[in-house]
């Protein structure tokens, strides 16, 4: 025993000679760096220049960090006279919808040492493998946590402000939004290829929304919860271990990348953290997200962008990166230009209207160092779902020295009625790419995932879902590890542009081996024919090697109503009585006779698909969906 204790210290002790190596490397670097900024003609005078910003830029942030720490660790009297900077005091000094949450921070103190545990095994169990797979697209697999030397700190997250809704909210469900400040002395170990890298210093600033739904009528009364982030929290922190002496811009970017993507996949609109209470309350309730409409974002050009390829040649490599909470579009890049013109559009559901905002962020390409920020731009989502359309308007950047941005902003509300997603489909204007509907689609489990030639193997799965013949990339669930049996409990929502053509893919994919385990294809205009358009929780055979292959899922579907027209103002919507007969009214007003003799012909045209369909339904009874869509086609 007393050998083994001995090994153990002398493992925790390095090697002296190692440690010498090591300093003498970085020295050498740090000199060859140098040599190089000489060689190719570069002043000595901006290596100064440089390493006094930067110092001046840790002083700034280490400040920053003092103070917000500060505000954690004391109480709220002794905050305030303690002369912090206005973004440290809490939210209810300035809002007075706010209240003050002292009681809740005393709960928080006492429960942050029993937090630890629970932290660790979601690193370990759930962040690990996602993280590690987002890096094998950098080459810097693989990735692994210091199992030693991940510690939670002794600073817990402080509520600075409280508000509870009692309006405009269902009377079946509590919301309530937090203000949270979480200065953390938390130290994370990890290695990336073998490299020892660490962050600490993590500080956290944002406002979370906790929702209890549904009131029950029995104990605990509340049959869930739900915590999320309308918008993404700020977040900073301190990069150690071999990047930070060695100051790799790279592997900085990329870890801030990382951090941001799983936090927003993690528990940032419409990904939410859910915790049931009542086993008979289903999981889709709390899991699945909602929506209330999309967002379409028309991106048309921007002017008097900083030049930053140098020296007032008046360029720069702009693209535009624009998010809503969790879903994120990038435009294509312009080069050489800084009036750059771009002329797309992007669309975002969106399921909380109040609180949520778009966000435009301008970056200038560069393929040697990290791309440069341009300016940023915001706009409330309720605004435009108020005035349902704002044509060619004009942002300003701002954090930046010059620049705006143009865009039209459209709101598409979501509707339940299934005669006006079936007329907007059969009126579709080949010129109006509007969306016309939205998929939500939840996926509780998978079964029967066994590879028959080697029973004993246990695949990693994850499911993938896209919208064939859409250009929307295709969106996956979190990995499930070793089981051929893989509880997903999760939801996505898909944009669907032609819901009669358009069809779900569905794709098991083997995580270890990279390899489609099976899949299913489901007609979108099969579920829009389902009462109230939802085909409820069952299981779906998936096609592939492994015969037994199911998986269980339930997927609805919700109408649009585009901005341009509501679904009475269509011309072909007018011919079109309230028994589906041909009216034989026509307000030669607002119709001309060449639009009333196109729609006149189209709905005769429909008509007689309808009557041909329910022939052939006579004749040779049921079939599935595919041999009707066919037929139809």
């Known amino acids: 025993m007393e050998e083994d204790k001995s090994v153990t210290l002398q493992s925790t002790v390095e090697n002296p000679v190692v440690s010498l190596a090591k300093r003498f490397s970085l020295k050498t670097l740090s000199w060859i760096g140098v040599y190089l900024l000489g060689y190719f003609g570069f002043s000595i005078a901006w290596v100064v220049v440089l390493s006094v910003l930067r110092d001046q830029c840790k002083k700034e942030k280490r400040k920053k960090l003092a103070a917000a720490r500060e505000a954690v660790l004391a109480n709220e009297q002794a905050m305030i006279e303690g002369r912090l900077g206005l973004e440290d005091l809490p939210s209810w000094v300035f809002f007075p919808d706010k209240e003050r949450a002292e009681w809740v921070n005393n709960i928080l103190k006492q429960l942050w040492p029993f937090a630890n545990g629970y932290v660790r095994h979601t690193l370990f169990h759930d962040v690990e493998p996602v993280v590690d797979s987002a890096l094998k697209a950098y080459k810097l697999s693989p990735f692994r946590f210091d199992r030693e030397k991940v510690l939670l700190g002794q600073i817990p997250p402080r509520i600075t402000g409280i508000k509870v809704y009692d309006e405009n909210t269902s009377r079946r469900e509590i919301i309530m939004d937090l203000d949270i400040v979480f200065a953390s ?14 962050i600490s210093n993590f500080a956290l600033r944002g406002m979370a929304r906790i929702v209890l739904k549904p009131l029950i009528n029995q ?33 900085s970017r990329i870890v801030e990348r990382i951090i941001i993507e799983q936090v927003k996949s993690f528990m940032v609109l419409p990904n939410k953290l859910t915790m049931p209470l009542v086993d008979s309350i289903p999981k889709k309730v709390l899991k699945c997200p909602d929506s209330a409409g999309v967002l379409r974002v028309h991106l048309i050009r921007a002017t008097d962008l900083v ?13 535009v990166t624009m998010s809503v909470g969790a879903y994120t579009h990038t435009t294509p890049t312009k080069m050489d230009t800084c009036n750059p ?51 060619d308007h004009w942002l300003d950047l701002v954090d930046t020295e010059s620049g705006k941005v143009q865009v039209t902003l459209s709101w598409l509300p979501v509707s339940m009625d299934i005669s006006s997603l079936k007329k907007a489909e059969w009126n579709a204007d080949p010129n109006n790419d509007f969306p016309k509907a939205l998929i939500h689609l939840y996926i509780d489990s998978c079964s029967g995932l066994v590879n028959e030639s080697d029973p004993s193997y246990k695949p990693s799965p994850m499911v993938m879902v896209s919208i064939r013949s859409a250009d929307e990339k295709s969106q996956q669930s979190w990995p499930q590890y070793a089981t051929t049996d893989p509880v997903i409990e999760q939801g996505f929502v898909m944009v669907v542009r032609a819901p009669y053509t358009d069809e779900i893919r569905i794709n098991v994919v083997d995580t270890n081996k990279n390899k489609v385990i099976g899949g299913c294809n489901i007609s979108i205009w099969s579920v829009i024919e389902q009462p109230g358009m939802e085909s409820s929780l069952q299981p779906w055979i998936l096609e592939g090697p492994r015969s037994e292959a199911k998986i269980t899922m339930s997927v609805s579907v919700r109408g649009l109503q ?59 009874g049921p079939k599935s969906r595919e041999i009707s869509t066919s037929f139809h086609g």
């Open 307 to 319: 030049d930053k390829d140098g020296f007032g040649s008046g360029k720069s490599d702009p693209y």
């Open 219 to 251: 104990i605990p009364l509340i049959g869930g919860v739900q915590v999320y982030f309308l918008k993404a929290p700020e977040i900073d922190y301190t990069l150690g271990g071999a990047a930070g002496p060695l100051e790799i811009p790279g592997l």
């Open 562 to 620: 585009s901005p341009l027209q509501s679904p009475l103002s269509s011309p072909c919507m007018e011919l079109t009585g309230a028994e589906g007969e041909l009216s034989d009214e026509t307000n030669d007003e607002k119709v001309e006779q060449t639009d009333h003799t196109r729609c006149i012909h189209e709905v005769k045209k429909r008509r007689k698909h309808e009557k041909l369909s329910q022939l052939w339904d006579n004749l040779i």
């Open 341 to 391: 013109s771009w002329d797309l559009a992007y669309d975002f559901p969106i399921e909380v209207v109040h609180g949520q905002e778009l966000v435009m962020e301008i970056y200038d390409k560069d393929d040697r160092k990290d791309d440069e920020f341009l300016g940023r731009a915001k706009f409330q989502t309720d605004i435009v779902a108020e005035k349902s359309l704002i044509e």
């Open 185 to 198: 002395d938390l130290e994370v170990a990890f290695r990336v290829r073998g490299i020892p890298a660490s």
